[in-house]
């Protein structure tokens, strides 16, 4: 039998795994990291909820994650992204999305944005 929810990020300097730990925590449900999921993995869920980070207006790891999950036969995906976009620039935000999801997954696929930060000390290897 499918166990209920899957939550999975990508995440480098940290924000987007602790928004899919919180996540997992009030669903009850584990959260993994991308790099230990494949289908098989995802096959067995009802529910798959990715987070991402948005890095130069691509959500990291998004394609890889619609990959799997049409190879798998999870029931749905939901989406969030991360970012440093302030949570006020909705159109900022919802062209992100039309940059990142075909006219159909943008009304077939849940998603929604969660502001964060930037972990400068973190991340300094990216912006080099
Ligand atoms: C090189 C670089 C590019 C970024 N591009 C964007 C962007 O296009 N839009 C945005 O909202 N945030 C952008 N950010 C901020 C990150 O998305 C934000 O810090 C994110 O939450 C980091 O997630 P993580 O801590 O899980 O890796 C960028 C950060 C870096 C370092």
Not at 83 to 102: D, L, R
Not at 118 to 126: P, T
Request: proline share 2%; with cysteine; glycine share 8%.
């Amino acid at each position: 039998m499918k166990q209920q929810i899957l939550v999975i990020y990508k995440s480098v300097t940290g924000f987007t795994e602790q928004y899919a730990r919180w996540i997992a925590k009030e669903l009850d449900c584990q959260a993994m990291d991308l790099r230990e999921v494949s289908a098989k993995t995802m096959a067995g869920y009802q529910l798959v909820i990715f987070g991402g980070r948005i890095h130069a207006g691509v959500v990291d790891g998004l394609k890889q994650v619609k990959k799997l999950f049409e190879k798998s036969t999870a029931g749905k995906l939901v989406v969030f992204a991360t970012g440093a976009t302030p949570n006020t620039a909705g159109e900022m935000i919802e062209e992100t999305w039309k940059n990142n999801f075909t006219p159909a997954e943008l009304e077939h696929i849940p998603h929604f944005y969660l502001q964060s930060g930037c972990g400068m000390k973190k991340c300094r290897w990216v912006i080099n």
